[in-house]
């Protein structure tokens, strides 16, 4: 991600910085998304004032409406409750009257009259009904008003960047229920926000859309507003009932498609629905296919790392993630040097934004790449894709851009020719920090200074080793012998002098990072938990990994904090700095599954499981503080986490399939359990539908007093079930 900081003056405020003038949990918790539209509300479903926090409706990284506010006689309306469908389809907020007064009197008492907001998008339209009852055994008057307004600010600049200069905004209102709002960009585009009222209001001015309507007792009336972004002739005319149909089918669609995963505790389920309903959100359709976009609000596009990451932890249940991902960034892979953009021949894309500041170039982020990762989890994930599908011929089709990869991997990611990938920015304006904790201070010596470039990560070194074991064995089966031969010799070259370089006996532990003077950087951080899911490690070396990441100053209950309490930079409420991330804790899960060390990966997932069940809807966020759990306590929220986030909402995935040691063999036609172990709260689990090749099976797992046991309760005949100690 791009781009937080701790501990930095406004004066050495790094760029892109994320300003935190509030909490996004507090104001704006309610968050809707389809395709390349986002939303975030207020549990009204109001956006008021949103100022520098990213409240109002979204496209294409630019906010297209930033006021949007329902009056009762002058007055917000009372809070009954206010939530999101399982689905993430509808938001609906249940409100009522305040006590309304006229001098000294009362002429409405409270909670006479209910409001029910119902809110939907659905292709780059935000529709919403409000209906209002009567309940007074008289007729009612009743003074409404709708409130819009944009700013039409660039993500950038709702995230607190500052702008010379910026288009122009202009207001119309084309007939008596409809008001329009466009902006002529810098850039020569032309955006509009149109909104359409029916039926009409009474009145229309400035943004202001008044009601004045007498209710019978008992009687109820609705309005609707259609919000489109995009040009007036683009506005769609269906009614309420067609798109909204629509938008239930999808999600039903998309629910009933791939694994389900059912629990006897009903908390497992619902944390593994959210999941899914989360990622099913964030997910935009490419040309190639399926795209996880990063997380709402800051990163609604697609990210290379993130979404390499969240097609690994889905993998063995989703493989379609991992071929639209594959696909879409081997479309996008850099084939020329471009120093602003961090940009060299086979690099894989960091991010790509479609705002009006990434078009000016006032950010680098229109297609950057200053990313040290994405380009070895390409090829890693690649790999891991035919192993799970079987799917050559995918794998032949991208063959020239996993080959250029390799290339970067072993030239431009590694200038100096020691073997191991570094990074160091090229572009001004670029990211510092190029690994996934890329703050401008999350990389750092024991005595707290700063790590100055060319950085080798540990776990970058993990991926690529990774990458290269995994690649060679499809290169054989592609008729490339003698590159898998050198590939494997490749990785084993690395393997031991990665053993060589990185590892401090002092820490028990592998060194964060090797800086430009190959100098250790000798901090004890979660980076180090990530080096075991490449399999690069020794066993022993591992297991002491393993120890040291479980002890109390780096493990706080609910998750492994991102840098130990212990390190002079530590800091529980900082981004990268102490902070515990369940995409990262999920990482490192896997990796003690591939040490066989799974009751060490079944506390992890205790430990996610129950923080999860303390938040809002069960959605586990991108991160949260690194403070030591308290026994009836929930964690901490971090004020600007992304809410949904695609990897944090894959993590359970990856949790489930380290403890379970869950291994789909395209091969054999098997599903393979390796010595499972589970939680204690998990007594009976259900995955249905688990798919390899073109059928699908049910499988039972029961949990007895850690003893687990393992049916094929349904399904194809062909596919085998198989339980190893």
Same mark, same amino acid.
């Given at each position: 991600?791009?781009?937080?900081?701790?501990?930095?003056?406004?004066?050495?405020?790094?760029?892109?910085?994320?300003?935190?003038?509030?909490?996004?949990?507090?104001?704006?918790?309610?968050?809707?998304?389809?395709?390349?539209?986002?939303?975030?509300?207020?549990?009204?479903?109001?956006?008021?004032?949103?100022?520098?926090?990213?409240?109002?409706?979204?496209?294409?990284?630019?906010?297209?409406?930033?006021?949007?506010?329902?009056?009762?006689?002058?007055?917000?309306?009372?809070?009954?409750?206010?939530?999101?469908?399982?689905?993430?389809?509808?938001?609906?907020?249940?409100?009522?009257?305040?006590?309304?007064?006229?001098?000294?009197?009362?002429?409405?008492?409270?909670?006479?009259?209910?409001?029910?907001?119902?809110?939907?998008?659905?292709?780059?339209?935000?529709?919403?009904?409000?209906?209002?009852?009567?309940?007074?055994?008289?007729?009612?008057?009743?003074?409404?008003?709708?409130?819009?307004?944009?700013?039409?600010?660039?993500?950038?600049?709702?995230?607190?960047?500052?702008?010379?200069?910026?288009?122009?905004?202009?207001?119309?209102?084309?007939?008596?229920?409809?008001?329009?709002?466009?902006?002529?960009?810098?850039?020569?585009?032309?955006?509009?926000?149109?909104?359409?009222?029916?039926?009409?209001?009474?009145?229309?001015?400035?943004?202001?859309?008044?009601?004045?309507?007498?209710?019978?007792?008992?009687?109820?009336?609705?309005?609707?507003?259609?919000?489109?972004?995009?040009?007036?002739?683009?506005?769609?005319?269906?009614?309420?009932?067609?798109?909204?149909?629509?938008?239930?089918?999808?999600?039903?669609?998309?629910?009933?498609?791939?694994?389900?995963?059912?629990?006897?505790?009903?908390?497992?389920?619902?944390?593994?629905?959210?999941?899914?309903?989360?990622?099913?959100?964030?997910?935009?359709?490419?040309?190639?296919?399926?795209?996880?976009?990063?997380?709402?609000?800051?990163?609604?596009?697609?990210?290379?790392?993130?979404?390499?990451?969240?097609?690994?932890?889905?993998?063995?249940?989703?493989?379609?993630?991992?071929?639209?991902?594959?696909?879409?960034?081997?479309?996008?892979?850099?084939?020329?040097?471009?120093?602003?953009?961090?940009?060299?021949?086979?690099?894989?894309?960091?991010?790509?934004?479609?705002?009006?500041?990434?078009?000016?170039?006032?950010?680098?982020?229109?297609?950057?790449?200053?990313?040290?990762?994405?380009?070895?989890?390409?090829?890693?994930?690649?790999?891991?894709?035919?192993?799970?599908?079987?799917?050559?011929?995918?794998?032949?089709?991208?063959?020239?851009?996993?080959?250029?990869?390799?290339?970067?991997?072993?030239?431009?990611?590694?200038?100096?020719?020691?073997?191991?990938?570094?990074?160091?920015?090229?572009?001004?304006?670029?990211?510092?920090?190029?690994?996934?904790?890329?703050?401008?201070?999350?990389?750092?010596?024991?005595?707290?200074?700063?790590?100055?470039?060319?950085?080798?990560?540990?776990?970058?070194?993990?991926?690529?080793?990774?990458?290269?074991?995994?690649?060679?064995?499809?290169?054989?089966?592609?008729?490339?012998?003698?590159?898998?031969?050198?590939?494997?010799?490749?990785?084993?070259?690395?393997?031991?002098?990665?053993?060589?370089?990185?590892?401090?006996?002092?820490?028990?532990?592998?060194?964060?990072?090797?800086?430009?003077?190959?100098?250790?950087?000798?901090?004890?951080?979660?980076?180090?938990?990530?080096?075991?899911?490449?399999?690069?490690?020794?066993?022993?070396?591992?297991?002491?990994?393993?120890?040291?990441?479980?002890?109390?100053?780096?493990?706080?209950?609910?998750?492994?904090?991102?840098?130990?309490?212990?390190?002079?930079?530590?800091?529980?409420?900082?981004?990268?700095?102490?902070?515990?991330?369940?995409?990262?804790?999920?990482?490192?899960?896997?990796?003690?599954?591939?040490?066989?060390?799974?009751?060490?990966?079944?506390?992890?997932?205790?430990?996610?499981?129950?923080?999860?069940?303390?938040?809002?809807?069960?959605?586990?966020?991108?991160?949260?503080?690194?403070?030591?759990?308290?026994?009836?306590?929930?964690?901490?929220?971090?004020?600007? *986490?992304?809410?949904?986030?695609?990897?944090?909402? *894959?993590?359970?995935?990856?949790?489930?399939?380290?403890?379970?040691?869950?291994?789909?063999?395209?091969?054999?036609?098997?599903?393979?359990?390796?010595?499972?172990?589970?939680? *204690?709260?998990?007594?009976?689990?259900?995955?249905?539908?688990?798919?390899?090749?073109?059928?699908?099976?049910?499988?039972?797992?029961?949990?007895?007093?850690?003893?687990?046991?393992?049916?094929?309760?349904?399904?194809?005949?062909?596919?085998?079930?198989?339980?190893?100690?």
């Amino acid at each position: 991600m791009n781009v937080h900081a701790s501990g930095a003056s406004k004066s050495e405020t790094p760029s892109f910085y994320i300003q935190a003038t509030a909490s996004i949990q507090e104001l704006w918790p309610r968050t809707l998304k389809n395709g390349d539209t986002f939303a975030l509300f207020d549990q009204l479903g109001d956006v008021a004032d949103p100022g520098l926090t990213p409240g109002g409706i979204f496209h294409n990284d630019m906010r297209y409406l930033s006021q949007l506010e329902l009056l009762l006689f002058g007055q917000r309306p009372l809070l009954l409750s206010s939530a999101i469908d399982d689905d993430n389809v509808v938001l609906t907020a249940d409100l009522s009257n305040p006590d309304i007064y006229q001098g000294d009197r009362i002429v409405l008492p409270r909670e006479t009259l209910h409001i029910r907001r119902s809110r939907f998008i659905w292709r780059n339209t935000v529709y919403e009904r409000i209906a209002v009852r009567n309940f007074n055994t008289q007729k009612q008057q009743c003074l409404m008003e709708i409130r819009t307004g944009t700013d039409f600010a660039d993500i950038f600049e709702v995230r607190g960047a500052q702008r010379p200069r910026r288009g122009t905004i202009t207001t119309r209102h084309p007939d008596a229920a409809s008001v329009h709002y466009d902006y002529d960009g810098l850039d020569g585009k032309q955006r509009s926000m149109c909104i359409r009222f029916d039926p009409a209001p009474r009145a229309i001015a400035k943004g202001i859309a008044s009601y004045d309507f007498t209710l019978e007792a008992d009687a109820e009336t609705a309005i609707v507003m259609t919000m489109h972004c995009g040009a007036s002739d683009s506005m769609p005319g269906d009614p309420y009932s067609i798109p909204y149909r629509a938008a239930r089918r999808d999600a039903r669609k998309a629910h009933e498609g791939g694994v389900a995963i059912d629990c006897s505790h009903r908390l497992v389920t619902r944390l593994f629905k959210r999941s899914k309903s989360d990622l099913q959100m964030l997910t935009t359709m490419t040309p190639q296919g399926p795209y996880p976009c990063a997380g709402t609000p800051w990163f609604s596009t697609p990210f290379g790392r993130d979404g390499l990451i969240a097609a690994l932890q889905t993998l063995w249940a989703s493989p379609i993630f991992a071929k639209g991902v594959l696909g879409f960034l081997a479309a996008t892979q850099a084939t020329e040097n471009d120093p602003a953009m961090d940009a060299q021949p086979g690099k894989i894309l960091h991010e790509i934004r479609h705002s009006e500041m990434a078009a000016l170039k006032e950010v680098p982020f229109g297609r950057y790449y200053g990313s040290v990762d994405a380009t070895p989890l390409f090829v890693q994930l690649a790999a891991a894709y035919h192993e799970r599908t079987g799917d050559l011929d995918t794998l032949r089709a991208l063959w020239p851009n996993i080959e250029a990869a390799l290339d970067w991997i072993d030239k431009d990611g590694d200038r100096d020719g020691d073997g191991f990938v570094e990074y160091f920015r090229e572009g001004k304006d670029g990211l510092v920090n190029q690994g996934w904790k890329d703050s401008s201070d999350s990389i750092m010596h024991a005595d707290g200074s700063l790590a100055q470039g060319p950085i080798a990560l540990c776990e970058v070194q993990g991926y690529v080793y990774a990458a290269k074991r995994g690649i060679a064995e499809v290169a054989r089966q592609l008729g490339h012998a003698a590159r898998a031969e050198d590939l494997e010799r490749q990785a084993e070259d690395l393997r031991r002098a990665f053993e060589e370089k990185f590892w401090s006996e002092e820490l028990g532990t592998y060194a964060l990072a090797l800086d430009g003077n190959k100098k250790p950087c000798l901090v004890c951080a979660s980076n180090a938990g990530q080096v075991l899911l490449s399999g690069i490690a020794s066993p022993e070396r591992a297991q002491r990994v393993a120890h040291k990441l479980l002890m109390p100053e780096n493990f706080t209950g609910w998750g492994i904090r991102t840098l130990s309490a212990d390190a002079v930079r530590y800091n529980p409420i900082s981004y990268h700095n102490g902070s515990v991330w369940p995409h990262d804790n999920s990482l490192i899960a896997l990796g003690l599954g591939r040490y066989g060390f799974r009751r060490e990966a079944s506390l992890l997932f205790r430990g996610m499981f129950e923080a999860a069940s303390r938040l809002d809807l069960m959605r586990l966020p991108e991160l949260f503080c690194g403070f030591a759990r308290r026994r009836l306590g929930a964690p901490t929220l971090y004020p600007v *986490a992304c809410m949904p986030q695609a990897w944090a909402s *894959a993590a359970p995935y990856a949790f489930l399939e380290a403890c379970l040691g869950l291994h789909c063999d395209y091969g054999r036609r098997e599903v393979h359990f390796r010595n499972p172990h589970l939680p *204690a709260f998990v007594e009976e689990l259900h995955i249905r539908n688990l798919a390899i090749g073109d059928v699908a099976a049910d499988i039972l797992i029961r949990n007895s007093d850690g003893e687990i046991s393992v049916t094929a309760e349904s399904g194809e005949a062909d596919i085998a079930v198989r339980l190893s100690k």
